[in-house]
C-alpha cells in the first residue's frame, strides 16, 4: 500500500510543480504535464512501467471530455455539422491513410498489410491534447478550430472500423511469435459471424441512445429526491463508465459511445449539474495521460533509433500539415485559420497508442516498429503545444496586423457632436445610447475585425487609428464638442488625453480607466471626467449581495449610495497623493494612509446606517 501512497505523491508533486511553472512560462498547462512525465519517467526514473497501466486508466479523461463535448452539442447542431465531419473528417482520414501507406511501401519493402495499419495510425490526431488546449487559449470558437473539431471527432469513429480490420490483416510470419491475447482484453462479440456481430452493435447504439433520451431522466430524479450531492456524483460517473463498458464489450470505442450519450442528453434539465459533476475528474485524468505519455518516452528507442525517429516525426508532420492545408483550401478556411487548423491536427494521437498494441498483438506489427512507432507517436503529441505556441506567438499576431496594415482607413465623411474612441463592450454602450437619443457620433476603432463586428449590427463605425493626428482631423475633430476615450492601451489613452487637451482645449474629454491607477494617470493628463469600467458594475452587484443576505433592499440602496459618496469625497486626496509620488514603484505612505481612512470612513458610515442615525459631513 505504501508504495501506491508514494507513486500517486510522485505524480501529483510533479503536476503541482511543473504545470503553474508552465503556465508562467506561457508555454501552456498541456506542455507541462507531459515536461512532467519526462522528469519523473525516463530523465530521474522515479516512475516505471506502471505508467503504461495508469495510461490506459487515465484515457478515460478521454471519454470523459468527448461526454462533456457531447453535452454542449444538441443533434440539431450535429446534423449541421454533416458536411465538416463526413467530408473534411473523411477526406483527412483516406487522403493521410493512403499517403504513409504509399510512403511505407515506396520507401522499405514493408508488407502492405503492415503499411495500410501504420496508415491507419499515424492519420489519427490527438484529440485530448488539441481539444484542451483550445479551450486552454480561448481558441474554441474559431473557424479553424470547429474544423478541427470535426475532424476530430470523425478520426474518433474511424477507430471503430479500423479496430475491425486490423485482425484481417494479421501476417502469417508474425503469428507465431505474436503474444496471446488475453481474454479479457477482447471483445464480447469477436466469436460471433459477422451478421450477429453487427446486430450486437446496432443494438448497443440503441441501447446508450434509447437508454440516454428515456432513462436518464427518470433515474437522476430518482438521485435528486435524496438530495445527497455526492450520489449524483456517483450516478454520473456510473453512466459513463457504464457507457464506456458496454462499448468495449461489443468492440467499439468507448469515447465514441460516451459522445453518443452526451449529445443525446444535451437538451437535459440535469446537463450543467452533470458537466459540474464530471469536469473535476476529467481535468484530472486528462492531467494524468498527458503525464504517462511524457513518462512513457523511450529513450532507449531513440537511441537506438536515433537518426530514424526524428526524420519519421518530421515527416509525419509535414505530410500531416500539407494534406490538412489542401483541405483546409478546398473548405474555405482563411489563410490564419487554416495555419491554425493544420498546426493543430499534424500530430499523431493517443488513439495510436490503442492501434499499435492492438495491431502487435494480432501479428500485423513487428514488435520494433510497435516500439519506434510509439515513440514517435508520444514525440509529435509532445511537440503539438510548441506548435499552438508558435500560432499564437507569431502567425496569428502577424495576420491581425496584415489586415490592419492592408486595408486602408476609412474616409469619414461626416462630423458629429460626440466622437468615440474604441467600439469594444463600453463603447458600444455609449454610442448605443447617444444615437437612441437622435445625437450622431463617430466612432473610430484600429481593429478591422471589430469595426466589421459591430457595423453587422447597424453600429456605425470607421476603421481608423484615434492616436493618429491626421486621423482626428480627418473625422471632423475640430466641429465635436466632446470626445470619449474607449481605447483598450492604457498608454495610448493617457496620450491621447493630453494630446485633445493641448490641441482642442475647448474639448469635454472623457476617458474610461481600468483600475486606479489607470484613472488618476488620466486625470493628470487632463481627463475632465474619469470612469474606472467596473467600479459601477461591481457597486450594483455589491448591492445584490447584500440583498441576498436579507439586508432590506432600501437600506442596501442607502450603503450603495454612502459607498459611492466616501469615494468621491476621498478621491481628489488619493488623487494630490498619487501625484506627489506617481513615477514611484509602491505607493507612498502618504497615499496608503488616506486610503486607509478612506475605508475607515466607509466602514464608519455602513455603521451609522445599521444604528439609524446620519453620518457625520466629511471634513
Known amino acids: 500500500m505504501t508504495d501506491y501512497f508514494i507513486q500517486a505523491f510522485i505524480y501529483l508533486l510533479a503536476t503541482v ?55 454542449e452539442l444538441e443533434p ?13 473528417g473523411g477526406l483527412q482520414v483516406v487522403l493521410t491513410t493512403f499517403a504513409f501507406m504509399g510512403l511505407g511501401l515506396w520507401l522499405t519493402s514493408t508488407p502492405w498489410p503492415t503499411a495500410l495499419t501504420v496508415g491507419f495510425i499515424l492519420a489519427l490526431s490527438s484529440t485530448a491534447i488539441v481539444l484542451q488546449t483550445f479551450a486552454e487559449k480561448g481558441l474554441s470558437q474559431q473557424d479553424g478550430a470547429r474544423n478541427a473539431f470535426s475532424v476530430l471527432l470523425f478520426q474518433d469513429m474511424a477507430v471503430i472500423p479500423m479496430l475491425a480490420l486490423i485482425p484481417a490483416l494479421a501476417l502469417p510470419e508474425l503469428m507465431d511469435a505474436a503474444n496471446a491475447v488475453p481474454k479479457s482484453d477482447r471483445s464480447w ?42 450520489v449524483f456524483t456517483a450516478a454520473a460517473l456510473m453512466l459513463v463508465i457504464g457507457i464506456a463498458a458496454l462499448m468495449n464489450l461489443v468492440g467499439l470505442s468507448p469515447a465514441l459511445g460516451a459522445f453518443l450519450a452526451g449529445v443525446v442528453m444535451a437538451n437535459s434539465e440535469f446537463r450543467h449539474e452533470l458537466k459540474s459533476n464530471i469536469e473535476p475528474f476529467k481535468g484530472l485524468l486528462m492531467g494524468l495521460f498527458f503525464i504517462t505519455v ?59 497508442f490503442v492501434l499499435l498494441s492492438y495491431s502487435v498483438q494480432h501479428s500485423v506489427l513487428p514488435q520494433a516498429l510497435g516500439q519506434m512507432l510509439s515513440a514517435v507517436v508520444a514525440l509529435t503529441m509532445f511537440l503539438t503545444p510548441g506548435l499552438f505556441i508558435v500560432y499564437e506567438k507569431w502567425i496569428q499576431p502577424r495576420y491581425v496586423g496584415q489586415a490592419n496594415e492592408q ?33 450622431q457620433t463617430v466612432v473610430l476603432d484600429q481593429q478591422l475585425t471589430q469595426v466589421e463586428t459591430v457595423r453587422r449590427v447597424q453600429i456605425k463605425s470607421f476603421f481608423g487609428d484615434a492616436t493618429r493626428h491626421a486621423m482626428l482631423e480627418a473625422a471632423g475633430i475640430a466641429e465635436a464638442r466632446v470626445f470619449i476615450v474607449a481605447i483598450d492601451q492604457k498608454e495610448d489613452a493617457v496620450h491621447l488625453v ?60 442607502r450603503m450603495m449610495a454612502a459607498f459611492s459618496r466616501m469615494e468621491a469625497e ?50
Do not use: C
Open 17 to 71: 510543480v511543473a504545470v503553474p511553472l508552465s503556465k508562467r512560462l506561457g508555454l501552456g498547462a498541456v506542455l507541462g504535464y507531459l515536461m512532467a512525465g519526462v522528469i519523473i519517467g525516463p530523465v530521474a526514473g522515479l516512475v516505471g512501467q506502471e505508467a503504461d497501466t495508469i495510461r490506459h486508466f487515465a484515457e478515460f479523461g478521454v471519454v470523459m471530455m468527448l461526454f462533456l463535448i457531447g453535452l
Open 76 to 88: 440539431k447542431m450535429l446534423w449541421r455539422m454533416r458536411a465538416r465531419l463526413m467530408g473534411l
Open 189 to 230: 462479440v469477436s466469436a460471433l459471424p459477422l451478421w450477429s456481430h453487427a446486430a450486437v452493435v446496432v443494438g448497443a447504439l440503441v441501447l446508450v441512445i434509447g437508454g440516454g433520451y428515456y432513462g436518464s431522466r427518470p433515474l437522476f430524479r430518482y438521485v435528486v429526491k435524496a438530495e445527497l450531492r455526492e
Open 294 to 352: 511524457g513518462a512513457g518516452v523511450r529513450f532507449d528507442v531513440l537511441l537506438d533509433h536515433w537518426a530514424t525517429i526524428p526524420l519519421l516525426m518530421v515527416a509525419v508532420i509535414v505530410v500531416k500539415a500539407l494534406i490538412l492545408a489542401i483541405l483546409a483550401r478546398l473548405f474555405g478556411l482563411k489563410a490564419n485559420q487554416q495555419w491554425l487548423f493544420l498546426l493543430s491536427m499534424a500530430q499523431a494521437g493517443e488513439f495510436g
Open 407 to 439: 486595408t486602408a482607413e476609412d474616409e469619414v465623411n461626416e462630423s458629429a457632436p460626440v466622437m468615440i474612441a474604441g467600439i469594444g463592450r463600453f463603447g458600444q454602450i455609449i454610442s448605443r445610447l447617444l444615437r437612441a437619443n437622435g445625437y
Open 498 to 557: 493630453a494630446y485633445l487637451k493641448r490641441r482642442y482645449p475647448h474639448l469635454k474629454v472623457l476617458a474610461r480607466a481600468f483600475d486606479r491607477g489607470h484613472n488618476y494617470a488620466l486625470r493628470d493628463a487632463g481627463a475632465d471626467w474619469v470612469v474606472s469600467e467596473t467600479f459601477h458594475s461591481a457597486l450594483k452587484m455589491g448591492g445584490e449581495v447584500l440583498t441576498s443576505l436579507d439586508i432590506a433592499p432600501e437600506r442596501a440602496e
Open 570 to 619: 476621498h478621491s481628489d486626496a488619493l488623487f494630490k497623493a498619487w501625484q506627489h509620488d506617481k513615477d514611484a514603484r509602491h505607493q507612498s505612505r502618504e497615499y496608503l494612509e488616506l486610503f486607509r481612512q478612506m475605508e475607515d470612513a466607509i466602514t464608519q458610515a455602513m455603521a451609522q446606517d445599521e444604528q439609524g442615525s446620519e453620518p457625520p459631513a466629511p471634513q
